[in-house]
C-alpha cells in the first residue's frame, strides 16, 4: 500500500522560506514522477511543480519559477520543496502526488495516482 506523509507546512511571514517534505512508503519511489499541487481557499487545486523519477527532469508553475525549487533523494524515497520568497498568495494546503508513467500531462493533477493528506502553509502579509 501507498503512502505519501507531507511535513513542514507552517506560518510563515512574507519574504519567509519553508522547506515542505514528503516522505513516501510502498512506492517503487525511482521510478515514479512526483509533484507538488496546492489548494488556496476558495481555490481550485493548482499544479506547483513536478520532477521526474532520475530528478533531471522539472517543471514549475510560472507563479513559482524562480522561488520554488523540487528535489528528490531516491535513497530516502522523499521528496522536498524549497519555498523562498513566500508571498501571501502561496496560502494553501500542499499536497504531494506521485505516479508512474502515463500517457498525460505530469502537470495535470488528474494523472497522479496516489496523493498525500496535505500540509498547511499559512503566508502573513
Known amino acids: 500500500q501507498v503512502h505519501l506523509v507531507e511535513s513542514g507546512g507552517r506560518l510563515v511571514q512574507a519574504g519567509g522560506s519553508l522547506r515542505l517534505s514528503c516522505a513516501t512508503s510502498?512506492?517503487?519511489?525511482?521510478?515514479?514522477?512526483m509533484a507538488w499541487f496546492r489548494q488556496g481557499p476558495g481555490k481550485e487545486r493548482e499544479f506547483v511543480a513536478f520532477?521526474?523519477?532520475?530528478?533531471?527532469?522539472?517543471e514549475y508553475a510560472d507563479s513559482v519559477k524562480g522561488r520554488f525549487t523540487i528535489s528528490r533523494d531516491n535513497v530516502k524515497n522523499t521528496q522536498y520543496l524549497q519555498m523562498n520568497s513566500l508571498k501571501p498568495e502561496a496560502t494553501a494546503v500542499y499536497y504531494c502526488?506521485?505516479?508512474?508513467?502515463?500517457?498525460?500531462?505530469?502537470?495535470?493533477?488528474?494523472?497522479?495516482?496516489?496523493w498525500g493528506q496535505g500540509t498547511q502553509v499559512t503566508v502573513s502579509s
Open positions: 520532477i521526474n523519477g532520475g530528478g533531471d527532469n522539472t
Open positions: 510502498g512506492l517503487s519511489f525511482s521510478w515514479a514522477t
Open positions: 502526488a506521485a505516479k508512474y508513467y502515463n500517457l498525460f500531462s505530469s502537470s495535470h493533477a488528474p494523472s497522479y495516482d496516489y
